[in-house]
C-alpha cells in the first residue's frame, strides 16, 4: 500500500547535511512507489506559539500563517520525518518553533509513523542524545505515533553510508 510520507526539513541551509539527507530518504521513499512531499521549514513564514490557550477549546490557532496549511499535511499524512541538525546538543530553533506551533492539532496527528534525521559536525552520535530526546517527547505527546527509525548524518558532511542509509530507510517503508 503506497503512503503518504511528510519530509520536515529544519535545515537553515538548503542542501546541507540534514536537508540532503532528507532528500534520499524522500528519494528512496518514491522509488518505493510512495507519495511524499516535502516542506522546508525555512521557507515557511510562522510565528512562535503565544500560549495562549486559545486553541485548547477550539483546536483552531490565533495565528494565521504558514501552519495552517503544514498541520492539515500533517494530520494527513501516514509518515512523518524530522530533519534537524544539532544546535548546542538540541533541534535547532526553527524545529523547535514549528514542534510549539503543533499543539492546537497534535492530537489529530495520531497514528503515525515518524523518521528522524539528525546531523551534527561532532564526530558520534553521543552529541545527538539530547536532540533525540526532544524530538521522542514530541512523539510519545502523539497519541499511538511510533518512532520507526534514526539516520544520523555525523562527522560535518553527510557521508554516503548515511546518504545510502537515508534511501534504504525511505526504501524500506512499509
Known amino acids: 500500500m503506497n503512503k503518504k510520507i511528510l519530509a520536515l526539513s529544519a ?26 512531499h516535502k516542506i ?28 495552517v496549511e503544514i498541520l492539515e499535511k500533517m494530520v494527513q499524512t501516514d509518515v512523518i520525518v524530522f530533519a534537524t541538525p544539532v ?45 533525540l530526546v526532544g524530538l521522542r517527547g514530541f512523539v510519545r505527546c502523539v497519541p499511538g505515533a511510533k518512532e520507526k527509525g534514526i539516520i544520523y548524518g555525523v562527522g560535518g558532511v553527510a557521508s554516503q553510508a548515511a546518504i545510502q542509509e537515508a534511501f534504504e530507510m525511505g526504501k524500506s517503508i512499509a
Open 11 to 36: 535545515s537553515p541551509r538548503k542542501n546541507g547535511n540534514s536537508d540532503t539527507l532528507c532528500d534520499q530518504f524522500i528519494r528512496g521513499a518514491e522509488e518505493a512507489g510512495h507519495i511524499t
Open 40 to 67: 522546508r521549514i525555512q521557507e515557511k513564514s510562522f510565528n512562535a506559539c503565544l500560549g495562549c490557550g486559545v486553541c485548547t477549546n477550539s483546536g483552531i490557532c490565533v495565528h494565521k500563517d504558514d501552519m
Open 87 to 131: 544546535y548546542f546538543y538540541s533541534m535547532n530553533g526553527q524545529l523547535k518553533q514549528f514542534i510549539d506551533r503543533t499543539y492546537s492539532r497534535f492530537r489529530e496527528m495520531k497514528d503515525k509513523d515518524f523518521y528522524f534525521i539528525i546531523t551534527c559536525g561532532a564526530p558520534d552520535r553521543s552529541f545527538t542524545e539530547t536532540t
